[in-house]
Nanobody
Framework: QVQLVESGGGLVQAGDSLRLSCAAS????????MGWFRQAPGKEREFVAA????????YYADSVSGRFTISRDNGDNAVYLQMNSLKLEDTAVYYC????????????????WGQGTQVTVSS
């Protein structure tokens, strides 16, 4: 019942920053915990970051902790992923997801997904 659309991906150099956006329609995002996942060619979809309904708590994969920041603006019905100090291994399609249960790193507990946005990091 909620539609998610990611944007902000692109081609950047290692060490640069990028900010991804996830815009929602159909339902208020305040009803959902939100997560970001990514999938590189030949690899499984992996957890990146998650945030609770109010934004009071966040959780990060070890690989991005200290470099990425997830945030939300429920007034704008949007979630963001600030990506700093990007590395070659961050190259992937990034997906925004919404769920009602707080199991932040498990893709099976997210009910709605966006179409993905490509992030490519070059040297």
């Amino acid at each position: 019942q909620v539609q998610l659309v990611e944007s902000g991906g692109g081609l950047v150099q290692a060490g640069d920053s990028l900010r991804l956006s996830c815009a929602a329609s159909g339902r208020s995002l305040s009803l959902y915990n939100m997560g970001w996942f990514r999938q590189a060619p030949g690899k499984e979809r992996e957890f990146v970051a998650a945030i609770t309904r109010s934004g009071a708590s966040t959780y990060y994969a070890d690989s991005v902790s200290g470099r990425f920041t997830i945030s939300r603006d429920n007034g704008d019905n949007a979630v963001y992923l600030q990506m700093n100090s990007l590395k070659l291994e961050d190259t992937a399609v990034y997906y925004c997801a919404a769920g009602t249960k707080w199991v932040p790193n498990n893709r099976d507990y997210y009910n709605y997904w966006g179409q993905g946005t490509q992030v490519t990091v070059s040297s």
